[in-house]
């Protein structure tokens, strides 16, 4: 009998375990920035209906002190929202701030676009994908 219980209850734990993994998405596509002084909240990848937006990364060179932000929201360029996706990065002249990885980490809700705002001079590559 306690064989007969131990596999009644193995078998509900199999049946009531996920079998589903974490989906993982690698990145493939960028965007290049140019960044020359204050750029205010701008949309970078546009939302599209049932998509979202995942950011595998960025590589920040700047020649000027400055600072770097992701965000995402709805709206022209992220207006109605808006929520920060990283942290305010600041930049020394002279800085590089290389953040990559082969998978999504940080994503947006579905049908949000990615932004970004600056300051400083330098460039911007984000490296992202868009999914389900």
């Known amino acids: 009998m306690s064989r007969f219980r131990f ?10 375990s996920s079998t589903a993994s974490a989906q993982q998405f690698t990145c493939n596509n960028w965007s290049l920035l140019t960044i020359g002084g204050t750029v205010t ?11 979202r937006v995942g950011v595998c990364g960025y590589a ?40 990559r990885s082969d998978f999504v980490g940080e994503r947006t809700a579905q049908g949000n676009a990615l932004c970004y705002a600056a300051t400083g001079t330098g ?10």
Do not use: D, E, H, K
């Open 7 to 16: 596999s009644l209850v193995l078998a509900m734990l199999l049946l009531c």
């Open 41 to 51: 909240t701008t949309q970078m990848v546009p939302a599209q209906t049932g998509l």
């Open 60 to 99: 920040l060179f700047w020649s000027a002190v400055g600072n770097f932000t992701l965000s995402t929201g709805t709206g022209t360029n992220c207006g109605t929202n808006n929520a920060a996706m990283s942290p305010s990065i600041p930049l020394a002249a002279g800085a590089s701030v290389i953040n």
């Open 123 to 132: 460039a911007a590559i984000v490296y992202w994908t868009q999914f389900q």
